[in-house]
């Protein structure tokens, strides 16, 4: 039985996200959606709501679960009993980040292995910043999240009424 464990913000979660966790979970057997509760960031959703959201949008995958996190990604993944870390890499910019967080991760934890997908081309420029920035001036987010985040995001800027 192969467990992973896919971490992220998810704030709020894009078809970017959507698009991996797809993938993942055909990959693995089972994979567990973790998403960080930072206390040192204030986050637009709060962690319960991006909970309640993943469940929404990937409820009808069987074998992924959405959970929430505090501390090191480690010491989660081994309470999950998970052994591969799940991460995007969109381009050359996420590259070196990652790597070093791959790493560190398994300095700190023998025998913890990242896996990197690679996004899907139709997805590769979309991040949840981007997302947001854009939300906040009431454009069009449509083409980078599902309607349900799309109005609950415009709901967050203040447009209830949906996009002006
Ligand atoms: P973090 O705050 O940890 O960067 P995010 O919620 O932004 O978390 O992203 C979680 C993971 O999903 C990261 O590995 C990130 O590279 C990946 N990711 C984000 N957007 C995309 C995308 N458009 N395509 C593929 N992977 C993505």
Redesign the pocket.
Known sequence: MKRAI??????P?????I??VKRASEIFDELIVAV?N?KAKTPLFSVDERVNILNEVLGGLDNVRIVSYEGLLVDFAEEMDAGVI?????AVT?FE??LQLAQTNSVLRKGVDTV?????LK???????TVKEVASYGGDISKFVPPVVEKLTYEKYGFNEGRV
């Not at 997805?123 to 910043?129: E, I, R």
């Open positions: 896919y971490p992220g913000s998810f704030d979660v894009t078809y970017g996200h698009d991996i960080l930072n799940v991460r995007g890499l969109r996420d980040y990652e990197f997908l690679t996004t899907s997805y590769a420029y979309l991040s949840s910043s």
